[in-house]
């Protein structure tokens, strides 16, 4: 069992930036897989990033690409979105999950989860 909890969250103003961190417990951290995900009021959970549990493979959506930025620290069992250039548009709840499986875009392919982080942009 894998326990995750988000921070680094709030409001920002539409162009700055903001570092979430996703602290992992209760397991081997480096045996999982870590990926972001977001979702906004009214619409589905959706992938944002995602980084192999080596840190050496990471892979983002096309809406986030070049400007976020996922990493890990396998020492301190935590993940990384550093997120700069922020939009409006990026406002929502952030989640970082953790799978056993192999990196996904998928939210259903992530075994556990985080219980989210606020982010608002202001335009």
């Known amino acids: 069992q894998v326990q995750l909890v988000e921070s680094g969250g709030g409001l920002v103003q539409a162009g700055g930036s903001l570092r979430l961190s996703c602290a992992a417990s209760?397991?081997?951290?480096?045996?999982?897989?870590m990926g972001w995900f977001r979702q906004a009021p009214g619409k589905e959970r959706e992938f944002v990033a995602t980084i192999n549990r080596s840190g050496g493979n990471t892979y983002y959506a096309d809406s986030v690409k070049g400007r976020f930025t996922i990493s890990r620290d396998n020492a301190k069992k935590t993940v990384y979105l550093q997120m700069n250039g922020l939009k409006p548009e990026d406002t929502a709840v952030y989640y970082c999950a953790a799978t056993a499986l192999g990196t996904s875009i998928a939210p259903g392919w992530y075994d556990y989860w985080g219980q989210g982080t606020q982010v608002t942009v202001s335009s």
């Open positions: 209760g397991g081997t951290f480096s045996s999982y897989d």
